[in-house]
Structures are given as C-alpha cells and as structure tokens.
C-alpha cells in the first residue's frame, strides 16, 4: 500500500477551545475539512509522528466511526508506527489518558464534543493529547491551528482496510514500513487503574449491605454516552450493584436524543428517580465521561465545588493518596473556593488556573498538585490528566464505606467545619456572538476602571464594596506560559464574587456563563437555598453587566 497526497485548501476557524476542535457534525463532513485538521495535528507533532504510538478512541458519537478510519489512513501516511484504538472506536476520555500513559505513547486522539448532543444535526470534536495523556497546552493547540491556515495537501493511504469491530493486532505494509493497528477492549486497562487506586472489596460490602446495614442503593445514568460498558463492568460486574443500578448504558450515536451533560437541567430523569427518597446515592456523566454529577438522598444536589472539597478532605480514605502522599490541590478560576478552605487546614499548595483540563497538567507532571476540580462537574487527580467521572464516583462511595455517613450527612458536616461557599453559575446558551463579544468589552472597561473601586453596590439589604476587578490572567508555575483573558472577576470586600466568561466548547454562537459565589462561617445559616443566598449578588451581576439589554435574554438556559 502506498501513500497518496492530495491537494487540499484551508478552512477558517479551525482552532481549537477550552477542550479540543468542536463543530457541528456537517461541517466534519465537508470533503477534506477532518482530513485536514488531522493532517495539521500529525504535522504538528512532528518529528515525534514518525516513528510513533498514537491512541485513538471517543465517545461513540454519530461520524466517530468515519473518523477513526481517517485517522488510521491519515497516521499511516505520515509515519506513524502504531495505532491503538478502542474495540469500535470506543474510549471514554480518561481512558484514552489512561492508555497513554500505561503504553507510553507518544499522544492520543480524541472523537468526542464531550457534553454537547450528538447525531447527524449536532456536533462533533477532535482533541489531542500529548505523552503525559493530557489535553495539548496551548503552544501545540496554536501550532495546529497555524498549520490549518496554510495547508495545501495532506497525506492519506487510501486502500487501507483495517476493521475495528475486533479487538487484536493488525499489520500492514505502507511505502515498505511497517504499520501496526492494535484494537484493545475499551474497559480493560481503566479497570487495572481503578482497582489500583481503590478497594474493592470496601466498596463492595458497602453496596452489598450487611446484618445491620441495608445494601447501599445507587443509580447511576450513563446518558447513552460512552461511560455505559465502563458502568457495567465495574459497577455491575465487578462491586456487585444490581444491574437496574444503571440506566443508559449503551452508548447511542446521537445519545438517543438526550443532551448528554450531568446537571439538574439535562439529567432530569435521574434527579426524578432519586426524589422519591429510593436512592441513596445518584450519579451521572457526560457524553466522553469525564464529568460527573453526584446526587445524595431524595436528589440532595452536591455542587461540584463542594465536591471537590469534600474529596479533598478525605482523601486517606482512598489507597492510591495513601501510598503516594498528597502534594496539592486546585481547582479552575472560576470555581467554589471551597477547596482553598481544606488546602488551608492541610497547608497544601493551591493553584488557581484558568478554565480547561489542559492547565492541570504541568503542575500534576511536576509533583505539585494531587487533586483538582472545576464547577463544571469535573474531578480528578493525578491518576491520569483528564477529568474523570468514574473515578469521582468511586471516591465518593470510598469516602462513604471509610466515614459509614450518607451523602448529606458528609456534606453538612464539611460545612459546619469549614464554612459554606455558596456557589452558583448561570449560563445563556446559543446567544448571538457579535452582542456577546460587545457585553464583555463594555463590562470590562465599566468594572476595571480605577475610579469604581471602592464603590458600594446594593441589592436589598445587601451592600458589597468593590475590591478588585480584573480580567483574569495566569502564569504556568512551572513553564512560565502566561494566559490572558480568562474571565472578567468581580472581587468584593466580603470575599464575594462573581465572574463573567465565555465558553470557549460551544459549536456556533456564544454561550455566556455567569458564575457567583459568596462564603458563610459555620455558625451562620448554611443550610439555606444557594439561590436565595446568591440572588442579591446575581442581580447585581446582570444590572451592572446589561446582559439583557445585549442578550436579549430575561433568564438563562441552565442554572446550576
Ligand atoms: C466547559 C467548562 C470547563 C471544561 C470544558 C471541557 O468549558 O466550563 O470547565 O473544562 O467545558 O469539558 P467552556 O469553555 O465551555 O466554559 V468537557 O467535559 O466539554 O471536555
Ligand atoms: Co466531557
């Protein structure tokens, strides 16, 4: 078999977001626009591809199947020595992290848009993962971009035949090298991990129950996306869950019309399920799997923020910290600072970066930070470089069979220790960009101008004096990069905040993303209603902002 270059010409905006290269699925299809973006990632990569082991899998959405065999045509043009691909294309994406470190390769490839639906009408992704298995950094995001501006041809092998309905080794001859295709089971590998980091055997008398016990009652919705075969063997299979634990467990190519993202919005069916006091625990995960959304008793919500830093705070109950310490902790900018309250108790680092898996990394290679989170139901840790939704819901189920406490109780209890940090965001999905764009610029002159500091706001009864505010700006500890532009902060003299973004996953248009946040001791009401405890600082937010006025919008799409 022989290598082919085709001509090709540059289509704009080929850059990649927060997490990777996301369109809707007809604009992948256009002839050469996925060839392309591949082309540029393997040139990109260069000389490493040559030579190479690069992983490949997604989330099973709809075009995953046409770009799995691109990338296995497109690897073997450029060199590439050998694929690893998930049995069916199929990779949750922190497996696809999981695989590339244990097979050292030299990156990874991953089909997914992640939270966005799925099918013939809505969006796809292509993201790249460097050696460590985490998302690119920037430096490599921006070189693929650059390169997709100027391309001219590409390379493909287009008499290639390689099914991946079986898992085995696969050879083939291209321009005299050889080429190798291992398709592996999707499940396997992340399952040695997780048995490596946790106990088993802990997590399964807990679900079983005992004498004096009740079994422990979990539902767990993977959503149709790609988390199903993951949920089964380790849930079902191998701790023992009754098989109706699980709901949504095979991964549909369009998600079977549901909007695969774990939140009070979109995982409706769950919080349903779990109201009626069934449940002891609920979970769910997006489309790629590496968010997650856990729910305690009768749907008793636990905002990721806290999450976070409840896991932080227990994290001698899980084997893996055990053995190898905890180094320090850290969560996205605009995040709960929960977190920031148990680093303070342990004397851990903490490290506030921008929004995006990819900025854990450097610090996780360099043996600083062990645990790390971000409001959009991302947790995780050192164990691999991406979020990790699985392994959030065995933490949690760690952190209940150590403490024998429910859910709520854990929760309640962290905050009678520390304090709440109460926390909400509020996003307006699919707004119009050129207004969007316009409402930032105008509001970050408005709040950054020196003469407004110190300025009292009021909302009610409530007063809050303006500290601080800036556009948030971040520099790498350990490379130096720096980051700008990350988010317009509002910082008050209580220590409340709120934080104006956009999202940087989104397929067309803007999508703006308030996030609000404001702290109260432990001998102070914090059992009350986020919502109510936030509404005067949101309002604030939305008057001085003029979202509406710009937006168009009198409520958002999805509060969280
Ligand atoms: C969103 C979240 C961010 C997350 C990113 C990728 O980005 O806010 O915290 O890292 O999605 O998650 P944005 O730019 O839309 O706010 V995933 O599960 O879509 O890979
Ligand atoms: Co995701």
Excluded at 67 to 86: C, E, H, M, Y
Excluded at 257 to 263: K, S
Excluded at 295 to 302: S, Y
Aim: charged share 20%.
């Amino acid at each position: 078999m022989n290598t082919v270059q085709v001509e090709t010409k540059p289509f704009d905006g080929q850059k990649p977001g927060t997490s990777g290269l996301r369109k809707a699925v007809k604009v992948f299809q256009q002839p050469n626009y996925t060839e392309n973006f591949v082309q540029a990632v393997f040139s990109a990569v260069q000389p490493s591809a040559v030579g190479s082991t690069v992983v490949v899998g997604g989330d099973g959405r709809f075009f995953c199947a046409e770009a799995v065999d691109l990338i296995i045509k497109i690897a073997a043009a450029n060199g590439v020595k050998k694929l690893i691909v998930g049995h069916k294309g199929i990779l949750s994406t922190p497996a696809v992290s999981c695989i590339i470190r244990k097979y050292k390769a030299t990156g990874g490839i991953v089909l997914t848009a992640s939270h966005n639906p799925g099918g013939p009408n809505n969006d796809f992704g292509i993201k790249y993962n460097t050696s460590n298995g985490g998302p690119a950094p920037e430096s490599v995001t921006n070189a693929i971009f650059e390169l997709t501006k100027n391309i001219t041809s590409y390379k493909i092998v287009p008499n290639l035949k390689c099914s991946i309905d079986y898992c085995g080794l696969q050879y083939f001859k291209v321009d005299g090298r050889e080429f190798e295709v291992e398709v592996i089971d999707s499940v396997v590998d992340y399952l040695q991990l997780m048995k490596s980091i946790f106990d088993f055997d802990i997590i399964r008398k807990l679900i079983k129950g005992s004498e004096n016990k009740a079994p422990f009652n979990m539902l767990i919705d993977s959503m149709n996306g790609v988390t199903g075969p993951y949920v089964k063997k380790i849930f079902i299979e191998e701790l023992g869950a009754p098989s109706n634990n699980a709901i949504n467990v095979v991964p549909l190519t369009d998600f079977g019309g549901l909007h695969p993202d774990p939140n009070l919005t979109y995982a409706s069916t769950l919080v349903k399920a779990l109201q009626d006091g069934e449940y002891d625990l609920g979970a769910a995960f997006d489309g790629d799997g590496d968010r997650n959304m856990i729910l305690g008793k009768k749907a008793f919500f636990i905002n990721p923020s806290d999450s976070l830093a409840v896991l932080a705070n227990n994290l001698e109950c899980i084997p893996y910290f055990k053995t190898n310490g905890v180094k320090g902790f850290a969560r996205s900018m605009p995040t709960g600072a929960a977190v920031d309250r148990v680093a303070a108790k342990c004397g851990k680092e903490l490290f506030e970066v921008p929004t995006g898996w990819k900025f854990f990394g450097n610090l996780m290679d360099a043996g600083r930070l062990s645990l790390c989170g971000e409001e959009s139901f991302g947790t995780g840790s050192d164990h691999i470089r991406e979020k990790d939704g699985i392994w959030a819901v065995l933490a949690w189920l760690s952190v209940i069979a150590n403490t024998g406490q429910s859910v709520e109780t854990i929760l309640i209890n962290h905050w009678k220790t520390f304090g709440r940090n109460f926390f909400t965001r509020y996003d307006y999905e699919n707004c119009e960009s050129e207004p969007c764009n316009q409402m930032m610029s105008e509001f970050e002159k408005y709040i950054t101008d020196p003469k407004i500091k110190g300025q009292k706001f009021i909302f009610g009864s409530k007063v809050y004096i303006l500290k601080q505010a800036d556009n948030f700006e971040y520099c790498d500890p350990i490379d130096k990069s720096v980051t700008r532009k990350q988010g317009i902060r509002v910082l008050f003299e209580d220590g409340s905040r709120f934080v104006f973004r956009l999202s940087g996953t989104g397929s067309s248009g803007a999508t703006i993303r308030l996030y609000a946040e404001s702290y109260e001791p432990p001998t102070s009401n914090i059992l009350e209603d986020a919502q109510v405890a936030l509404n005067p600082l949101v309002q604030i937010a939305l008057e001085i902002s003029k979202l509406s006025q710009f937006t168009g919008r009198t409520a958002p799409t999805v509060i969280t």
